[in-house]
């Protein structure tokens, strides 16, 4: 046996032999979609399998967030079917660089589907101030999710509890309401303004805002633990400029050349894209070695 684990005869150990490599993802959306939380008022269309609802689709007013809603009556098997063919639908949408509010009305009239349903011809959207009105016409009576409760400032739980335990274990917040909080859209028809954000020589994502409305965000380009630390710390940020009465695009470039810290840093090198999908195709991009 030789000091690096190995027999003479070269043979190693499969404890010691070096994992076999992933296969490559066969995911035709390895970025996901729409996020499935949304803060003020949504958009619905009623979704139909053999004349009764199942669910309805939704789409933010104000955020990239579209999904859809189960009705959660027997046979539960017709809802959940459902649930998924949409998932992957809006997947599709949101790859082809539809905004939410586009992809609501996709597919209204198409040929009905024997998983996902069909939204008929004549449906028209409504608007309810939250999702969570939305879930009680569709359940009434049903408890709120996690992701209806309000949101919480990065470093807190829904409920304001820290997230640092030395602070202790009772709430230290009072969470707002998302109707009364002043806040950015997160969704523009318009050019943006963009910065790349840099952590550690990797670009992490993009900072951007509207040129034509009071909209700005951060543009992941990944999804791991790590990303979505700096994407919540840029969108706290961002909050933390919309409460003060910054306007969305002094907002990002007063944020813009800072020193580097733990959300990495904005360039100070303004760039601009001819929309948010462009921006999106930016980000799915490999980063140029």
């Known amino acids: 046996m030789n000091g690096d684990g190995r027999s003479l005869d070269g ?48 789409a933010s007013v104000a955020d990239d967030a579209a999904s859809f809603l189960r009705v959660m009556a027997h046979p539960l098997g017709r809802s959940l079917d459902a649930a998924v063919a949409w998932s992957e639908r809006l997947r599709q949408a949101e790859a082809e660089g539809l905004t939410p509010l586009q992809a609501l009305s996709r ?18 959207p409504r608007e309810v101030p939250s999702k969570r009105d939305l879930r009680e016409i569709a359940n009434p009576g049903s408890p709120p ?9 990065f470093g807190y ?21 998302p109707r009364g909080r002043p806040r950015y859209l997160a969704v523009t028809e318009g050019p943006v303004r963009y910065l790349p954000v ?12 509207s040129t034509s409305d009071n ?34 695009l002094e907002a990002v470039r007063r944020l813009g050349g800072q020193p ?5 840093a904005a360039g100070a090198e303004e760039r601009e894209a001819p929309s948010l999908a462009a921006l999106k195709e930016i980000a799915r991009a490999p980063e140029a070695s």
């Open 11 to 58: 043979y190693i150990p499969p404890w010691d032999a070096p994992p076999p490599p992933l296969p490559p993802s066969s995911d035709p959306y390895p970025h996901g979609g729409y996020n499935a939380t949304a803060e003020g008022p949504i958009r619905y269309l009623p979704v139909l399998v053999d004349g009764d609802t199942v669910g309805y689709l939704w």
């Open 107 to 124: 597919w209204v009239g198409a040929p009905a589907d024997p998983q996902a349903g069909a939204i008929p011809a004549d449906a028209v």
């Open 145 to 153: 999710d996690l992701s209806e409760l309000p949101p919480a400032p």
């Open 157 to 177: 739980l829904p409920d304001g509890t820290p997230l640092d335990r030395s602070q202790g274990w009772e709430p230290k917040i009072a969470t707002s309401s």
């Open 198 to 209: 840099v952590k550690d020589g990797r670009t992490m994502g993009y900072l951007w805002a």
């Open 215 to 248: 909209a700005a965000s951060y543009e992941r380009r990944g999804f791991d633990v790590e990303d979505n630390d700096v994407w919540g710390r840029w969108v706290a940020r961002l909050g933390e400029a919309a409460a003060a009465g910054v306007p969305a």
């Open 260 to 264: 580097t810290d733990e959300a990495g």
